[in-house]
């Protein structure tokens, strides 16, 4: 048993954080066991891990993510969706079939990740399965989770990014033999690009290996209006974009689909029957001119939301930056209409926390049985004003705070040190 | 004669950036004399600042910051404009009749806009002229320039924040006596916080200050549906917000108006006819849910649009991400109207830099007789790739860089050490 003293925040209910000043929690074997205002008497004389002044709060988790577009962060902003895609994107995803090129950009997006305190994303790799093994890998050796999705695709993009069905079955089953065990941290996810980039038998082999292995799902879905065109031109037999994934069996409750802007109506209700999760990716809906995504909608409607960073559509890997951007976005919706609140920030919080986490198990809160995933905040240099509270503090942290301030990263109970740090 | 040395880019023109790789800027007296891709004979013997393959860019400039708010940074956020200021902005500014208070906190101010590249700033002070002088001297102590308004306000605001007239025109006789001078970097403005806070005779006497000592003038407009219908009752008069301001002769080309999110029809016309310049202050507009600003509209309109922080409705000093913001705002008026063109990151950077530089002088540009106001910008962190462009490593830096790759910042030609090292 494991003891970690410190300023404790979380959020195990939505609307309003848990603040134990001076707290305790109380870990074994990588697992929560409590979370104390006093330490109890049986525990007593075990080792505790005092950090003193600072804020402990769980780790974050990235809900979407592109590792192979890692070159092109902060760059390419001059275009949608789908121009995007083919002038800067796909040229760049070409580059993962050299596995020495992958393995020396994956070194520094786990870094990145890590850095900004993510302890578990759900990232999309390219389609080869080489370099999507090390990025795996990579994850893995750092002691971070996730899932990692190796893409698959047979349309609509250079033929170097293309694979046939045969050659996308192979390599998942590969991928489910290296990686997928129960107590694996990091394990595959089966990964249709989306819509436009796979064709029919395609999707119904991703279909079959979510199902044959209990895989979960992840794509995109109703980002941007000339993709949502081109859906329905390439899918005239589905009702919308959503059943063009629901009719190959791709939407269940461990499916998560990025974006959603302009999900509504029909797609809404499909969405919340199957229980599937929404990564919220604000900034990416920004750069690439796709819309306001109806955040509040979705959770009213009890959809699990998490936060996606999305580089390099996002240019952001702070999934606190995230957390911003979503109040922000919320307010844009409640300027037009304040019927809809705008999110507040425990409800960010936990969207990309307690919401997310629920994707890898039991992530995300300090709740008993939870994984210890958790971020050390040293805010000392915020603190201008001894007149703040514990929660301003936190505020002002995810606001103006960045990776300088984030004194310790825990996954799974273990203090994880710098992925480059590794030979 | 002083030669600087490096990867030179800035924006002579809206449209594009000038960039000389490995050019030569020439600076006497605190000003360019011109810039060379090749060192010319005759300045061959002078000396030269070698920053070899970092970036040299035009300083920043914000044209809106409230220098009171400082402790409220990134937190406060779940209110919009009348009832944030009520619950959050008076009783902070209250503080600022404590001299003490406002030395300490204005030297982590002054601090905080020259990290992050800040080297200009038109900022809002407190009604107090004690702590207006205190600001002012900090800011010439530390090198920097700008214009520094002590606030005007008689209504509706705590009894604290009140001043009488003659108490506004004695403290603006004192203060242009003490800073107003051809050579200061550090002049004052006239400030009436907004319609709402000025009786029409405190308004009266602003205009007549302004004229009188051929001040510019700083307030805001048109940022929110509610304090514009407040103005509408205060000012029945008045024909829209802006004219509220005109009718006291506070309009003209050396007005500076924050945010005119809602501005339009005859409002923009007058505003335009004037020479206003608008300062777009995008993360304040999102964080009390103010709206988009159609920054597109002004520029199209020849309105010149600078960049603010507004700190502390914005949360972030640096201008480098209100570049983001501002482009990320314009997406979304592109995305619902495709003839609305997004901002591009040359505008952009022209808005905070040259654009913004005009209400200071000849500010803002590498221009011959431009003062030499400089980053160097040491991204070499970022440079994960050898085949970025420089215009690409300058996109990235804007991105997702920050204050640790500025490795220097130069004000009129001077280099300029951070303020807290000032004794």
Chains 1, 2 share one sequence.
């Not at 075990?46 to 804020?55: A, K, S």
């Amino acid at each position: 048993m494991q003891i970690y003293h410190a300023n404790i925040i979380h959020t195990p209910e939505r609307q309003r954080f848990e603040v134990i000043p001076h707290g305790y929690v109380a870990v074994s074997d990588g697992r929560v066991e409590g979370v104390y205002r006093e330490l109890p008497a049986h525990l007593a004389d075990c080792p505790v891990t005092d950090w003193g002044d600072r804020l402990l709060i769980p780790a974050m988790n990235d809900m979407h993510v592109h590792a192979p577009q890692y070159r092109n962060q902060g760059i390419a902003m001059d275009e949608e969706l789908l121009p995007w895609l083919q002038n800067y994107t796909f040229p760049e995803e070409l580059k993962y079939a050299d596995t020495a090129y992958a393995a020396r950009m994956y070194r520094h997006f786990v870094h990145d990740l890590w850095r900004h305190g993510t302890m578990r994303a759900v990232a999309f790799a390219s389609v080869h399965f080489e370099s999507t093994r090390i990025l795996m890998r990579l994850l893995d050796d750092a002691g971070m989770g996730g899932r990692v999705g190796k893409v698959n695709m047979n349309r609509n993009c250079p033929e170097g990014l293309q694979e046939s069905v045969e050659e996308a079955r192979a390599a998942c089953d590969a991928l489910v033999q290296e990686f997928e065990r129960e107590d694996s941290r990091v394990r595959p996810i089966v990964t249709p690009r989306f819509i436009p980039s796979c064709t029919p038998d395609l999707l119904a082999a991703c279909g079959e290996m979510a199902r044959r292995y209990h895989l979960p799902v992840q794509s995109h879905l109703s980002e941007n209006h000339d993709e949502i065109a081109l859906v329905r031109a390439l899918e005239p037999e589905s009702r919308h974009y959503a059943d063009a994934y629901d009719r190959y069996g791709l939407l269940g409750p461990s499916t998560v689909m990025a974006h959603c802007v302009w999900t509504d109506g029909d797609e809404f209700e499909m969405l919340r029957q199957r229980g599937v999760m929404v990564a919220h990716c604000p900034t990416s809906n920004f750069n690439v001119a796709s819309g306001l995504a109806p955040v509040r909608r979705f959770l009213d409607a009890g959809i699990p939301v998490g936060l996606g960073s999305d580089v390099s559509a996002g240019h952001d890997f702070s999934i606190f930056r995230m957390m911003v951007y979503a109040i922000q976005v919320s307010k844009m919706h409640y300027e037009r209409d304040h019927s809809c609140a705008f999110l507040t920030l425990s409800e960010a919080f936990w969207m990309a926390t307690k919401c997310a986490g629920a994707f890898f198990g039991r992530v995300g809160s300090f709740e008993p049985g939870y994984d210890f995933d958790a971020l050390v905040i040293d805010d000392s240099p915020l603190v201008i004003d001894d007149s703040y509270t514990l929660l301003q503090r936190l505020e002002r942290f995810v606001y103006i705070g960045d990776d300088r301030h984030i004194a310790a990263r825990y996954c799974q109970g273990r203090l994880i040190p710098d992925p480059l740090s590794i030979p």
